[in-house]
């Protein structure tokens, strides 16, 4: 079984209305094989044989259509009284997921919504960092000062403040997370924090956005688009590699990334 340091992002999955399209969009997307227990409401997805994500079928239609991103934690009720404590929300105490471990959902003082996840039988993903799987989280916020101290209190992170490409030719705040132990930098990144600018709408709540990684980032744009989804950023050239932001057929949002080293 796979080990997750302290507070790394372990375990991603997808609250949707109808449960067989999205099984038929990612994996027309990515690939991805499922399978699913007998009469349970979700489908765990893989790649290449190993797991990457789940898909659920939303139990109340009023929850959002979202990708959500679990980080792993040693001792689940010691985290949620820091997340109580650092002027986050509880949304779900923890609650056993039968023998694969526990989990409860919490958000940030800017209102961005994550879970987290105290390994039993199953640690998390079992393939992350390669095409078709998990590679990256960041969230997306109006108030990095209060959202900063927050995940450095529950999770300890170390941040890294760097600049990336940004609207109209100019940059934009960026910071990095690292976590507790290792030297802060880009090398050691697990996740990040960015800025809601002005340039989005007012309405749109703080939230998280989960990178999975894929060989090539225009032909995965296209085949979502073809598989019924939306381009909500086309591919971009960023120090990383190429990315674009994309939207599922049922409007679950989420990014692709083709890592430097896959660019021709």
Request: charged share 20%; proline share 7%.
């Amino acid at each position: 079984m796979a080990v997750f340091a302290q507070s790394a992002p372990c375990w991603v999955d997808v609250q949707l209305s109808d449960l067989e399209a999205g099984k038929r969009f990612y994996g027309g997307l990515f690939g991805w094989t499922f399978h699913a227990g007998d009469g349970m409401p979700f489908a765990d997805a893989y790649s290449e044989g190993e797991l990457v994500a789940a898909l659920a079928a939303k139990q109340d239609g009023r929850m959002p259509t979202t990708w959500g991103v679990y980080f792993s934690t040693d001792d689940i009720r010691a985290t949620v009284a820091l997340v109580r404590k650092a002027g986050g929300q509880v949304i779900t105490d923890p609650v056993r997921a039968g023998a694969a471990g526990v989990l409860a959902q919490a958000a940030d003082p800017g209102g961005a919504v994550f879970g987290l996840w105290q390994a039993g039988e199953r640690a998390g993903f079992e393939k992350q960092n390669a095409p078709g799987a998990f590679c990256w989280t960041e969230v997306y916020t109006r108030q990095p000062e209060r959202v900063d101290a927050f995940y450095e209190e529950v999770f300890g992170f170390r941040g890294t403040d760097i600049r990336l490409p940004g609207a109209e030719g100019g940059t934009e705040p960026f910071r990095t997370w690292s976590p507790a132990g290792t030297e802060p930098g880009e090398d050691t990144a697990v996740g990040g924090r960015a800025v809601i600018t002005d340039a989005f709408p007012a309405m749109l709540p703080s939230y998280f956005l989960s990178y999975f990684a894929v060989a090539d980032c225009d032909l995965a744009a296209d085949t979502a688009a073809r598989l019924g989804g939306r381009i909500t950023a086309p591919p971009l050239d960023i120090p990383y590699g190429r990315m674009a932001v994309l939207q599922d057929d049922q409007g679950a949002a989420f990014a692709v990334l083709q890592p430097t080293e896959l660019l021709p």
